[in-house]
């Protein structure tokens, strides 16, 4: 079993639809959580940051539910510039790395 | 902003040849990581650095070496290119244990 899991999709939704992904982890002495975007041959770039009390950035919505281990990304109102695979990455405090593992990605695509 | 630089965007190669693929921040990050990227596979972690001359062997080592001299370059050697390291190389960089920055990427060929 992969160690964080995401759903490869793609997911392909109309402009102005709300679109959610979850990530799953493995590892429940997990600390840090991110969403990162990634445009086609591009870097991944830094989306946001989860918290534990969850955060919102615009049409952006982060949650983290460590019962369950897993974090979700909400996109409302999507825009064709959403368009992107947005990887979830994790810190696992108990390995002593500081790297983040990453999922393999959810390719989202919005359609006019 | 934090910045991140990679040596080349790029790189076409034989099989044998030693590769050098370079990264540079500019933030004082004390931990730089490198992956390679190949579809379907995510990215993988080959080999990370917490401080200069330090290094710890990531999840798919063989085949790399890599050297840290300065803080701000994290350096990843190909010492015999083969065809299957033919992969998008990422480097990252960041701070204790928060969120990584990336470089732009350098898509490797071994022909």
């Known amino acids: 079993r992969k160690e964080v899991e995401q759903d490869p999709g793609p997911f392909n939704v109309p402009e102005g639809a709300t679109v959610a992904f979850n990530c799953t982890y493995s590892?429940?002495?997990?600390?840090?959580f991110f969403w990162y975007r990634q445009d086609c041959r591009k870097e991944p770039k830094l989306l946001m940051s989860?918290?534990?009390s969850g955060n919102e950035d615009g049409r952006f919505t982060a949650q983290l539910n460590r019962a369950s281990q897993y974090i979700s990304l909400l996109i409302r109102d999507s825009k064709l510039s959403d368009s992107a695979t947005y990887l979830c990455?994790?810190?696992?405090?108990?390995?002593?790395?500081?790297?983040?593992?990453f999922g393999s990605g959810t390719r989202l695509q919005v359609q006019p | 902003d934090v910045k991140v630089t990679q040596s080349s965007r790029y790189l076409v190669k034989r099989t044998g040849e030693k590769v050098f693929l370079e990264c540079v921040q500019d933030?004082?990050?004390?931990?730089m990581f490198w992956y390679r990227q190949d579809p379907g596979l995510g990215l993988r972690l080959i080999y990370f650095?917490?401080?200069?001359?330090?290094?710890e062997k990531g999840d798919i080592p063989e085949g790399y070496s890599v050297s840290r001299e300065k803080k701000e370059r994290f350096s990843l050697i190909l010492e015999s290119a083969s065809t299957n390291q033919t992969s998008m190389y990422l480097c990252?960089?960041?701070?204790?244990?928060?969120?990584?920055?990336f470089g732009p990427g350098t898509r490797l060929t071994v022909l």
């Open positions: 990252a960089s960041s701070s204790s244990t928060r969120e990584q920055f």
């Open positions: 650095s917490y401080d200069v001359k330090m290094k």
């Open positions: 989860v918290y534990s």
């Open positions: 990455a994790v810190n696992f405090m108990d390995t002593g790395r500081r790297a983040l593992t």
């Open positions: 590892n429940s002495a997990s600390q840090s």
């Open positions: 933030m004082d990050h004390e931990n």
